[in-house]
């Protein structure tokens, strides 16, 4: 729950600088950013995950962090900004994480689809879903499926975008 979280992670972010714990810095900032999220605070996510990505010393964790941010851009309809999220968390993560670079694939295939590129978007999808499922992460395996359903039915495939739907709705239930 955000809202107990919240005050815990306060507590440890003042632990991390009273201590010189740049790495407690890093994700207690970063994990208050995803508390913003989740309580629709996008303003003070975008913010406390920009800082947390410029805090973590490691490319890999600066990744996940700015794939956060595109999530609070994409879920502002800031579409630039979490295109460009998204592509610096790529970028960040070259050779690093590939469950951090599946969910920027993902969100990246959500802003081209909603900008007007349903062939990149699909692309992306289909390779946001074979890492997450190289990956075992079956909530990242139903957002890519249900993703290429929107696809799909945004241009006409009633049955294929059925099929994906229902698809998505059973790795759901399964987890």
């Given at each position: 729950d955000p809202?107990?979280?919240?005050?815990?992670l306060?507590?440890?972010?003042a632990s991390g600088?009273r201590?010189?714990?740049?790495?407690?810095?890093?994700?207690?900032?970063?994990?208050l950013g995803?508390?913003?999220?989740?309580?629709?605070?996008?303003v003070?996510?975008?913010?406390?995950l920009?800082?947390a990505?410029?805090?973590?010393?490691?490319?890999g964790?600066?990744a996940?962090a700015?794939a956060d941010?595109?999530?609070?851009?994409?879920?502002?309809?800031?579409y630039?900004?979490a295109a460009e999220?998204?592509s610096?968390?790529?970028a960040?993560n070259?050779?690093?994480?590939?469950?951090?670079r599946s969910?920027?694939?993902?969100g990246?295939?959500?802003?081209?689809w909603?900008?007007g590129?349903p062939?990149d978007?699909a692309?992306?999808e289909?390779?946001?879903?074979l890492?997450?499922?190289d990956?075992?992460?079956?909530s990242?395996?139903a957002l890519?499926?249900?993703?290429?359903?929107?696809?799909a039915?945004?241009e006409?495939?009633?049955g294929?975008?059925?099929r994906?739907?229902?698809?998505a709705e059973?790795v759901?239930?399964?987890?």
């Amino acid at each position: 729950d955000p809202d107990t979280a919240t005050p815990l992670l306060e507590e440890a972010l003042a632990s991390g600088r009273r201590l010189d714990e740049p790495f407690v810095v890093a994700f207690a900032t970063q994990y208050l950013g995803l508390a913003s999220l989740f309580q629709g605070d996008l303003v003070a996510a975008d913010r406390l995950l920009r800082d947390a990505a410029a805090l973590h010393q490691d490319p890999g964790l600066a990744a996940f962090a700015m794939a956060d941010v595109g999530v609070a851009a994409l879920l502002a309809r800031s579409y630039e900004a979490a295109a460009e999220a998204f592509s610096g968390s790529l970028a960040l993560n070259e050779g690093h994480d590939p469950w951090t670079r599946s969910h920027a694939l993902w969100g990246l295939g959500l802003v081209r689809w909603l900008t007007g590129s349903p062939g990149d978007a699909a692309s992306l999808e289909r390779e946001a879903l074979l890492l997450m499922r190289d990956v075992d992460d079956r909530s990242g395996v139903a957002l890519c499926v249900e993703a290429l359903a929107w696809f799909a039915a945004s241009e006409g495939e009633w049955g294929h975008a059925a099929r994906l739907a229902a698809a998505a709705e059973a790795v759901w239930r399964s987890i």
